[in-house]
């Protein structure tokens, strides 16, 4: 995945000489985990700056550079550290349009690393995206391999998208396997979720890094279930706007639903989706909604992190607590 961003990093330059790429050690140091690396030997230091430590003044100078025609991607180093940033993106970026009545737009593409799994530090673990998910005006956007990462950015990139968009990437899938991914532009259209399975009896909805721990686990159910259920998997690929048309076609269809994701229940994304197949949809459910996910705590430091992170075993056992489910 790191190298398919770095890809679509630079077909979107040479494409388009507004975009710029900014942050802290991208340039020289090709960023933490390398996700820029060669860019700036390519494009030079005026289209890939390495910024101060400061990440509200990284944003909000991306404002202004996109309030005046140019295209903005900056970069936060971690997860933890973009909550600095939140003032810039909810107060200004995501208001520009309407507060100018459409005279300005903000076309800036926020990335950072996200969520657990190898083992960091404090506030370098973090699973933020219901915070801007949350937010009139930002789109969210968090890949779950190298393809749809590489689509997701070039979509993002394109002259018709004139809004701040937000591109979370779950660090711990950066490296951790590999795809085709044409070398040319392709994009892939935001607000479209995946159906990555086709099946008739529970819909498992997920996204990020937690869609190769869904397939590790429905994989497994076939195999012990003997084919007696099929299960229909979703990757939401776009968080805000979701795409309601596709979650909702499914559980009509299966009747069962299971949502899965690293970030804390409470107010998480599974939430609002439950909220939303409640209002919409729940005439057709066979079972309660189940959701697996983080808990209502910090993400643990090393020693406990895999407790934290939902595991094959506890998708396992939510599959088969929705299956068993008798009205």
């Known amino acids: 995945m790191v190298q398919s961003i770095n890809s679509a990093l630079g077909i979107a330059m040479e494409k388009d000489a507004r ?42 100078v991306s404002i202004g550079m996109a309030a005046l025609g140019l295209r903005p991607v900056p970069e936060i180093q971690f997860d933890g550290f973009s909550y600095v940033s939140l003032d810039q993106l909810i107060n200004h970026a995501a208001r520009l349009r309407l507060r100018t009545h459409g005279r300005l737009h903000c076309p800036l593409v926020l990335r950072f690393p996200v969520g657990g799994g190898i083992k ?63 070398e040319d532009n392709y994009e892939i259209e935001l607000g479209k979720a995946r159906i990555i399975q086709e099946g008739e009896d529970l819909t498992l909805i997920t996204y990020g890094a937690t869609v190769r721990t869904a397939l590790n686990a429905v994989s497994k159910f076939t195999e012990s279930d003997s084919g007696k259920s099929s299960i229909e998997l979703i990757d939401l690929r776009t968080l805000s706007p979701l795409d309601e048309e596709t979650i909702l076609s499914s559980v009509k ?26 209002e919409e949809a729940v005439e057709f459910l066979k079972a309660p909604i189940l959701r697996v996910s983080g808990f209502d705590v910090p993400m643990p430091l090393a020693k406990s992190e895999d407790y934290y992170i939902p595991s094959v075993e506890r998708i396992l056992a939510g599959i088969g607590q929705v299956l068993s489910y008798k009205s």
Do not use: W
């Not at 900014?22 to 390519?42: C, H, N, S, W």
């Not at 030079?44 to 990284?58: F, K, N, S, W, Y």
């Not at 969210?140 to 968009?165: F, H, N, Q, R, W």
């Open 120 to 182: 960091a530090l404090e506030h370098h673990s973090e699973n933020p995206e219901t915070y801007y998910a949350h937010v009139p005006g930002l789109k969210t956007v968090m890949p779950s391999g190298p393809y749809d990462a590489k689509g997701l950015l070039l979509s993002c990139l394109s002259p018709k998208e004139e809004d701040p968009i937000v591109f979370m990437e779950p660090k711990r899938i950066y490296r951790a396997f590999k795809e085709e991914v044409p």
């Open 253 to 278: 269809k299966t009747g069962r639903v299971l949502i899965a994701h690293e970030a804390a229940k409470t107010i998480g994304l599974g939430a609002e989706i439950s909220a939303l197949i409640s």
């Open 19 to 60: 975009v710029i790429l900014l942050g802290e050690d991208i340039g020289r140091g090709g960023g933490v985990f390398r996700v820029t690396a060669g860019l700036q030997e390519k494009f030079g230091e005026d289209r890939v700056i390495d910024t101060p430590l400061a990440e509200q003044g990284i944003v909000g």
